[in-house]
């Protein structure tokens, strides 16, 4: 049943995976200044942007589209799985406070199932890909020696999928779609698949977990 006010999205609803206790990359990237960015895609962006916003030291969690171009990033046209947009999460953080390493092992233990190739759970096709979006070559030498540990690692049930692509643009996505789990808690989808995320995140990582979410809120006019 939709929302007073927000579009229909019908999402089918199936049993949520269990989190995987990964190892810290061995591998960091060594970051000044006070903001940095990396965008994240890895299913429906509901869930990875509401695990981070939980996280301690993320400034920003937006979801949005990347991937393909600016004409065809909104919901509508990225779902029917032929625009090159993953569903994607930009993530802003403090290096001083949280490095791409640790936001790397939170993306890979709870937020998704790097596994799975074209899809999460129940949503299917090439827009809930395994991605991560780098701006710059010393961030995909960190996510390229993390991926080659965890394979090596062999914690997961088979290889992981992730890709790595090179950013060149990050669309926010439409108003109704921020803070999402935040804001409907008791929407079926989020109960089964993303607040046992958000449960994982406090059991796995507590000393990085904040209760209080960073949201979002309402976007600026484009």
């Known amino acids: ?42 299913g429906c962006f509901w869930g990875v942007q509401g695990v981070f916003q939980r996280v301690k030291g ?29 569903e994607a999460v930009e993530v802003t953080y403090d290096p001083r406070e949280i490095s791409l390493g640790k936001i790397l092992q939170i993306y890979f233990s709870v937020a998704h199932n790097p596994t799975q190739l074209n899809f999460q759970g129940p949503d299917r096709g090439t827009q809930y890909r395994s991605t991560v979006f780098v701006s710059a070559d010393a961030q995909r030498d960190v996510v390229d ?3 080659d540990q965890l394979d090596v690692a062999g914690l997961f049930d088979g290889p992981i999928v992730t890709t790595i692509e090179p950013l060149t643009a990050f669309y926010p996505a439409e108003q109704y779609h921020q ?12 109960v089964v698949h993303d607040l046992p995320k958000i449960a994982a995140l406090e059991e796995i990582f507590p000393s990085e977990f904040r209760a209080e979410p960073v949201l979002v809120g309402t976007l600026p006019s484009a």
């Open 1 to 42: 049943m939709p929302l007073l006010g927000l579009p229909f999205l019908p999402r089918p609803v199936s049993a949520q995976e269990k989190p995987v206790v990964i190892p810290p990359p061995t591998k960091d990237l060594s970051e000044t200044g006070e903001s940095a960015k990396i965008v994240l895609a890895g």
């Open 58 to 86: 993320v400034r920003n969690a937006v979801s949005g589209y990347s991937g393909g171009s600016a004409e065809t990033a909104t919901y509508d046209l990225t779902t029917r799985g032929d625009t090159g947009h993953a």
């Open 145 to 147: 020696a993390y991926i």
């Open 179 to 190: 803070d999402f789990l935040t804001l409907n808690p008791s929407w079926p989808y989020i």
